[in-house]
């Protein structure tokens, strides 16, 4: 390479990487950027975007079947698994395109190759070229958690593996609590698959609304996922047609895949951080200031390798307030207290803001309000399944802490009560908000009566 001094050198192409180099090269910095695998990182490669078209084709049975009672008869059908994974292919084949095409046309220099610190202000690829540069951006993301010394580790798939099997499983044991656990356990059950979701915990979803991890919990099983709770992995061996498991409590079962879910770790193994003097926390996470810059100056890192706050959107945003504040003289620290969050369960979840506990173990006198209702459409089709509202309001000023939904379409519609969280929005200001009838989400604004608990 001839040109080998830029103003910024970005190590890692996903979500967060992308938004800091094409910022930054909007500001006039010459920037440079490397990618040892694919543009688009974890999220469009391996995983919200290839999930949640995975989540769409596990939803068609229920279309199917709530056909009927709006009228049509549906013939034979069939699900093809070949058939998805090839059209998921093509679409992430088109986005990864767009990333590095948006790249391009920002005048970002795109390099396909590892790269590693190699002291205060240089890079080293893995041929050996060595590349100066003003600032450096780590922003390589995390990578799915596998099972430590348990025997026969080596037959559990993770996450990533998931997108590429070559058939549909009769059964699969997802091992996990948390929000890809549930997710996937979701979509594998509505594609028909013999599903069993492992948790060594006693509910799902930690740190979520308690009402909504048992509200969850209620309607997995209620769509036949066997829900083994308390429950721990400790060992699989290959028997005729997949796997035989051996659980910590002595009992033994077989399935023909085991899905670990249990949790994803900061990529910063052969970053070459020693040479700079950057020492990575519990987690082998980056340590960062609220700006986003290391412990060395001229060093900055964005999105899941901090282990802030493991979100696509929360890297992107870090990524665009870094190049705000190196670049564009504007510094911008992200607020990450107010950050909607989505779980693409069946039902599935939307989320912003504080839980009900976490809002009295902040010491706020709280208000609730809640709606439990079956849906237009559920009454029709005949389907029981209920949604439930809740918003967590500050009993002294009236303003909204926490609005929490399961249901259909529930991340679509915490998506906006985010906007008016943000905002500082107050019960008040929902009340005054004319409803839009007849929908669900109208329900965030009609409730009037607070919340009281039934006499013990």
Request: charged share 25%; proline share 4%; glycine share 12%.
């Amino acid at each position: 390479m001839s040109e080998t001094d830029f103003d910024l050198f970005v190590i890692g192409g996903g979500s967060g990487g992308v938004r800091a180099a094409r910022i930054a090269a909007g500001y006039g910095a010459k920037v440079a950027i490397a990618e040892r695998d694919r543009f688009g990182g974890t999220c469009v490669i391996r995983g919200c975007v290839p999930k949640k078209l995975f989540v769409y084709a596990s939803r068609f049975a229920d279309d199917f079947e709530d056909a009927r009672g709006f009228g049509w008869t549906v013939g034979d059908r069939s699900f093809d698994w070949a058939t998805l994974v090839a059209n998921k292919d093509r679409e992430i084949t088109r986005i990864e395109g767009v990333y590095e095409g948006n790249l391009t046309l920002k005048g970002v220099k795109t390099i396909k190759a590892r790269a590693r610190l190699d002291g205060p202000g240089r890079v080293k690829l893995a041929d050996g070229t060595r590349i100066t540069a003003k600032t450096i951006l780590i922003a390589t993301g995390g990578r799915p958690v596998r099972y430590a010394d348990i025997p026969g580790v080596d037959n559990v798939s993770v996450s990533d593996d998931i997108f590429e099997l070559k058939e549909l499983p009769r059964r699969i044991v997802v091992c996990g609590g948390g929000y890809i656990a549930v997710e996937f356990a979701s979509i594998f059950a509505g594609l028909g698959v013999e599903t069993t979701l492992m948790h060594r915990g006693e509910k799902v979803l930690r740190g979520f609304d308690e009402e909504l991890r048992d509200g969850l919990m209620e309607a997995m099983a209620a769509r036949g996922i066997r829900l083994m709770m308390s429950t721990e992995l400790i060992g699989l061996a290959a028997c005729p047609g997949g796997f035989n498991l051996a659980l910590k409590s002595g009992e033994t079962m077989e399935t023909d895949l085991v899905l670990s879910a249990i949790g994803r770790a900061p990529c910063t193994d052969d970053l070459g951080l020693e040479t700079v003097g950057i020492e990575t926390g519990a987690r082998g996470e980056i340590p960062v200031n609220a700006y986003s810059e290391t412990s060395v100056p001229g060093i900055y890192a964005v999105g899941d390798v901090t282990d802030r706050v493991n979100l696509t959107p929360v890297a992107i945003r870090e990524g665009h307030a870094f190049a705000d504040t190196v670049f564009g003289n504007r510094p911008v620290a992200v607020d990450h207290s107010i950050i909607p969050t989505g779980v693409f369960t069946t039902p599935e979840i939307g989320t912003v803001g504080l839980t009900e506990e976490a809002a009295r173990a902040k010491g706020h006198e709280i208000d609730l309000y809640k709606a439990r209702f079956r849906p237009l459409r559920n009454i029709v089709s005949g389907r029981d399944e209920r949604t439930l509202m809740k918003l967590v309001v500050d009993a002294k000023t009236d303003r909204v802490l926490g609005c929490h939904v399961l249901g259909p379409d529930a991340a679509e519609i915490v998506q906006m009560a985010g906007v008016a969280l943000t905002m500082k929005a107050t019960k008040a200001d929902f009340d005054a908000t004319i409803a839009l009838h007849p929908s669900a989400a109208e329900e965030l604004v009609t409730m009037r009566d607070k919340w009281v608990p039934p006499a013990s």
